[in-house]
């Protein structure tokens, strides 16, 4: 089980930690991916980091700007947004995947969580 939390509202040019906590599997066995969904628009892809936290890949529009990190021991990955943009609000969601490392389409991850609200303002 996932769980996203730390969204919340947020000026243009802030910064937002999100946390998904896993319970009831091995973490550590995960690759987690971070989406977001707009009204209106599709699940896209923002970040994935590897089951051991050493490979992360980003969407071109939050490259530079977003860092996940994971701690295993604590069953918790981090997404770090800073820099944050009105294009960024969405409800945020994390994936795990079964293998080691991270893949975009939202059809490779098999479990997720409830996601949480990021509003950014202009």
């Known amino acids: 089980q996932l769980q996203a939390s730390g969204g919340g509202l947020v000026q243009a040019g802030g910064s937002l930690r999100l946390s998904c906590a896993a319970s009831?599997?091995?973490?550590?066995?995960?690759?987690i991916g971070w989406f977001r969904q707009a009204p209106g628009k599709e699940r896209e892809f923002v970040a994935a980091i590897s089951r051991g936290g050493t490979r992360t890949t980003y969407a071109d529009s939050v490259k530079g700007r977003f860092t996940a990190s994971r701690d295993n021991a604590d069953n918790t990955v981090y997404l770090q947004m800073n820099s944050l943009k009105p294009e960024d609000t969405a409800v945020y969601y994390c994936g795990a995947r079964f293998t080691v490392t991270g893949a975009t389409p939202a059809t490779e991850y098999a479990y997720w969580g409830r996601g949480t609200l990021v509003t950014v303002s202009s």
């Open positions: 009831g599997r091995t973490f550590s066995n995960y690759a």
